[in-house]
């Protein structure tokens, strides 16, 4: 028989802050992480905000790998930080029983540059020996397992922006099926860098608004685009009666879990490819559409992609009692790639355990075309038994998971 999936540790870090509580209290309060671009001069290009994370918040307990995590990319340290959180919140002692599955989507981009800039300024015996390990996508889900001596699978899931969506999907299923007691799981991204900036604004991707209140914009009619941001989350899945066992807290189960192909070309959404893959995981989850109280929705501000992902919450939807109240992070925290999807898992495990659905910040006007759904523009007091979580990526790449009280 499949095996009940909770979840028993959460560790995040993003622009909002560097652990769980600090998350909430940011996105209830409707406090936006964004600000001007520090880690590169943004002077040439248009939209010159982004969603950073602090670094000094980002220090390691000594142990193995110190020396070398301090070396690595962002996405790296940001990972590992978040791990060491979700394993230490978990309370888990064992090791050989589980595995890790990362996604990350760009990886060590910004390594790659300035090892390209160094490259060519100073010639290739000032190169340095940290630059191959630090930009290889696995590298995070490689530390993880070294640092904290897991030997299951360390899997690496590649998939665009759905990239931590799939991750933790296909944690769910190993432990489900038996394969693992407990799993590692999540997404990280840190790619503020000026080739990230050139390639999205010759997408014309990027918001171009002036300040950061005002940027981004989800589901608002003045919608221009996403703002970048850097963020990790990290959790550990646990098969429920392993959970139970150990007196483990619990903070959610994950119950559904899809994913499919299908876009709009290349970068686009597709709504219909959309609506079978939220049916497909509520479907995995035993779930009929109207059983659905909040949606974390991919929602990223730009034009397209908010209006097919919003007709597909009301296809899923349709004939429902009550429609699910559907809201987005991404105001508050940017566009985190690889992290969309476990930063809106962390979302709906705390809106769970507080009753309360964050509000969409930066949502002024409602396009008219969405004024049938219920948009959260306050947080919003509700009893919340299921989540569904979306994350999307370029080439039509499509995941959604479902969580629920436990």
Partial sequence: MPRSVVVTGMGVVCSLGADVDELWKGLLAGRSGIGPVTRFDPERFRSRYAAEIDDTRVT????????ETDRMSGFVRYALFAADRALAASGLTERRAGGVWLGVAMGGLPSIEAGVLRHEREGPRRTSPFLIPSLIPNMAASMIALRHGIEGEQVTVAGACASGCQAVGQAMRAVRSGARRWAV???AEAVTTPVTW???????????RGGPEGTPRPFDRDRDGMIVGEAAAVFVLEDREHAEARGADIH?????????SGGEGITGLSAPHITRCMTDALADAGLRPDAVDCVLAQASGMVQGD?????AVRAASAGSARPPVVTSVKGHLG?????????NLAAALLALRHRTVPPTLNLDRTEPSFADLDIAREPRERVIRHCLINAFGFGGINASLVVSRA
């Fill in 60 to 67: 390691l307990e000594p142990g193995p790998l110190r020396f």
């Fill in 185 to 187: 799981a999540g997404g």
């Fill in 198 to 208: 050139s390639g999205f604004e010759a997408m014309r991707a990027l918001s171009r």
């Fill in 252 to 260: 959610g189960e994950l119950t559904g879990f899809a994913s499919n």
């Fill in 307 to 311: 209006a097919a992902e919003l007709a």
């Fill in 335 to 343: 566009y985190a790639f690889a992290a969309n999807g476990p930063l």
